[in-house]
């Protein structure tokens, strides 16, 4: 009998400690909602963005590349939500595969930029002295030259393809995103627990990847959540300047570039679409970005 009563006991127990957890979440979306709603605007749009990327053969029957699915340059309908392109392909289609694009390359270079810049950027507040000062220098020359221009003639010298976008997104960013994360590392560097580490006779490598990089993961994180939108908007940039993911593959800047430019005035919903697309993801994302900064900064938190 009260082997029973325990278990009793521990199932009710156990589902309240559900239901404060889901009431904990519940709490905190709800409050994250209040106080940042554009923030929360951007979250939906981001997860709007990854559903489309995952669940792009569920959401549409057609294929990106598929042709004849209707009347070449007809507009909007029920059968076609962003009408067909000169070859009737169904616009809405290629712009839910092109999220998949636009994913994947901003996910890539997101990943190849902060890897490399927060290590540079720990070892040159670490290490400081000629190590610092070289690498200081090279910075300053990346910077230097105009963004775009430098993406053009790194791809140029790679060539198209979704890979080497992300190779000329990452490698400037790289080195250029390095600056912030030396910033934030020098403010740790300093700190006692650092200090003792190293009279304790820590390796160079277990301080900086044990004692620096977990106080640095803020700024990390804004880095991350900011820079993720610039690099959509940069993969549509170079694909509108002929420099990105060579068609036919459904990327919303060759859209952009190729076919709505070309039917802007027979057929201006090849255009709006994908502009409506691109637009409201990359607002999106950003408000969401602006939005993590503003919770991780503990300079803007007071007035968050």
Not at 168 to 196: C, K
């Amino acid at each position: 009998m009260s082997a029973e009563v325990g278990i009793g006991q521990a199932v009710r127990g156990g589902g309240r400690a559900q239901r404060s957890l889901g009431s904990r979440v519940w709490y905190e979306v709800s409050k994250f909602t209040r106080k940042k709603p554009l923030g929360a605007f951007g979250a939906v749009v981001l997860f709007v963005l990854i559903g489309m990327a995952a669940f792009a053969p569920i959401i549409t029957s057609y294929g990106p590349l598929q042709q004849s699915t209707g009347p070449a340059l007809a507009g909007p309908s029920m059968e076609h939500l962003a009408g067909t392109d000169q070859f009737g392909r169904d616009v809405f289609t290629r712009i839910v595969y092109g999220a998949r694009i636009s994913l994947f390359i901003s996910v890539g270079a997101t990943i190849m930029a902060i890897i490399p810049a927060t290590t540079f950027g720990m070892m040159c507040a670490y290490f400081r002295g000629p190590f610092d000062l070289v690498f200081q220098r090279i910075v300053d020359a990346f910077q230097a030259i105009p963004g775009l221009i430098l993406l053009i003639t790194i791809v140029s010298i790679l060539g198209s393809g979704q890979f080497n976008v992300i190779l000329a997104l990452a490698i400037p960013a790289s080195i250029t995103g390095s600056r912030l994360q030396r910033a934030a590392s020098m403010q740790v560097t300093g700190r006692d627990y650092v200090l003792a580490a190293r009279s304790l006779g820590a390796t160079h490598t277990r301080i900086i990847f044990q004692y620096i990089l977990p106080n640095i993961m803020a700024p990390i994180i804004i880095v991350v959540s900011l820079g993720f939108g610039g690099y959509i908007l940069a993969e549509s940039s170079l694909s509108f300047l002929g420099y990105g993911v060579p068609p036919p593959a459904p990327s919303w800047g060759g859209m952009l570039a190729s076919d709505g430019r070309r039917y802007m005035y027979v057929a201006p919903h090849m255009f709006i679409a994908p502009a409506i697309a691109l637009s409201v993801v990359v607002f999106g994302v950003n408000m969401f970005g602006d939005a993590m900064r503003d919770i991780l900064d503990p300079r803007l938190r007071g007035s968050s």
